[in-house]
């Protein structure tokens, strides 16, 4: 991965003028943030309105949870600025490539460790016997009692495992195999390597943890991203840019307690949704003058719900074009996902399906067949029914329509898919095509499903 990093712009800064001339046509990315995004901070770029942004991503989860000074429960880049876009716009990400580079990870079911923490363990870890806040740590041998404070050499991991495993790949990433102990350990003692973690990233690797309650399951790999998305425009943990863990902030007793209100300027970045992978064109909000993307917890393999709590977080190369949508106004973000990805009552109608409908409808006397067109609208909140009822309200305000209507289009032609328990789903179902057109849209659905 290139190294070269565009000079940094403020995010407070208005781009609306900025001279094309001075944004870069492609941006490389490999570093991260402290886990906290924060619009005040400075980003990378310009990068040029249908230009690139090519970064390094780092694993999310597991690695930062057992590393205290990070303190968002992630390690993600550092956002990019994206010329023109303004608060109000959204930015289409075409998803290029995903590529993972990890030979092997660890993941698991966690437990959170009594006694190391203010009020969240992914935002306010605290060593147990000297009560630094998000101290560094050392590395003493392998196994869950590795990570050790380096101010008094107390066991400083927040979390455990309740059931974990590690994983290998095979060369050309299309499966891998949970491992036995003795491979799970010889892995733990070149932890970095197989994980290939990024030249800037601080994390401590899970792999160190050795764990191989699961062994010799093979599962298959299709990687996407778990967090990809815009700057909220409030501070807060790049884990909790969502409505279920966000709500953990709400009157938090740590410095990055949020009300309510400031929770509405999240960005929902952090999706954990499957079918944000290659070949997808991801529409997010811009709630900050030039949007400022980023990305990471790069995902070998997910299923629906990421019941879990985690996958397999790894490694990888990623390569992103944007492209501004002006006065799109949307709260969340939206999904055109790769057509296999769609529920079956989602996909567009086959010629032979148009054939067949307008043939019944002529016997009841309709007299056009609507063209409808797959759209999937991201909704989250505390739980499951709130983050529907928030993606159905999302939808209705997107396309002009009553949520009775998107509950009724999305039950026959659609589905409503989890993709995150407790809170993230998709709102998917074939919209009107004259909505979509009329919001700008339609030519996403359009170039990716084959529709004219």
């Given amino acids: ?56 991503t780092a694993p999310g989860c597991w690695g930062p949870m057992i590393t205290p000074e990070i303190r968002g429960g992630h390690e993600v880049t550092i956002p990019v600025a994206v010329d023109g876009a303004e608060v109000g716009d959204a930015i289409a990400i075409h998803i290029q490539d995903i590529t993972v580079t990890s030979i092997a990870t660890a993941s698991g079911n966690d437990t959170f460790m009594d006694g190391r923490f203010l009020g969240d363990p992914y935002v306010a870890a605290r060593c147990p016997e000297c009560e630094t806040l998000y101290p560094k740590t050392r590395i003493e041998g392998i196994g869950q009692t590795a990570v050790r404070c380096a101010n008094c050499g107390a066991d400083a991991a927040p979390f455990n495992f309740t059931n974990g495993y590690t994983i290998a790949f095979n060369p050309n990433h299309a499966s891998g195999v949970t491992l036995p102990q003795s491979a799970a350990e010889n892995i733990a003692l070149e932890a970095k390597e197989y994980a290939a973690l990024p030249d800037n990233s601080i994390q401590n690797p899970i792999l160190i943890f050795a764990p191989h309650d699961l062994v010799g399951l ?14 909220p425009a409030v501070r807060m943990p790049d884990s909790h840019n969502a409505g279920d863990f966000g709500s953990f902030l709400i009157g938090a007793p740590h410095e990055y307690a949020l009300s309510a209100d400031q929770l509405s300027q999240r960005t929902d970045g952090h999706l954990d949704i499957d079918a944000v992978r290659a070949g997808a064109v991801l529409i997010c909000p811009v709630k900050i003058p030039g949007g400022g993307i980023y990305m990471g917890d790069m995902h070998a393999m997910q299923g629906d719900g990421e019941i879990a709590g985690h996958t ?64 999937s609208v991201i909704g989250s909140g505390p739980d499951l029914n709130a983050a529907t009822e928030n993606g159905l309200e999302r939808t209705a305000h997107l396309l002009d329509m009553s949520i009775p209507e998107v509950k009724n289009r999305a039950t026959i032609t659609g589905a409503i898919e989890i993709g995150r328990h407790p809170g993230m789903v998709q709102v998917t179902f074939r919209a009107p095509a004259d909505r979509l057109e009329r919001k700008g849209l339609l030519r996403f659905a359009q170039q990716l499903y084959s529709i004219t």
């Fill in 1 to 56: 991965m290139a190294s070269q990093i565009n000079k940094g712009v403020k995010f407070g800064a208005s781009l609306s003028n900025s001279n094309p001339s001075t944004a870069s046509q492609t941006v490389y990315v490999d570093r991260f943030v402290d886990g906290i995004l924060d619009p005040k901070r400075p980003m990378l770029g310009p990068v040029r309105n249908g230009g690139y942004i090519i970064a390094n």
């Fill in 218 to 231: 093979a599962a298959r790999m299709r990687p996407f991203m778990g967090q990809l998305g815009t700057t």
């Fill in 312 to 375: 397999c977080d790894v490694s990888g190369t990623v390569t992103l074009q944007v492209e501004v949508i002006k006065g799109l106004q949307i709260d969340g973000p939206i999904l055109f996902p790769v057509l296999e990805d769609l529920p079956f009552l989602a996909k567009p109608l086959t010629a032979e399906e148009k054939t067949r409908a307008r043939k019944l409808a002529e016997v009841y006397g309709v007299d056009q067949i609507e063209e409808s067109i797959p759209i």
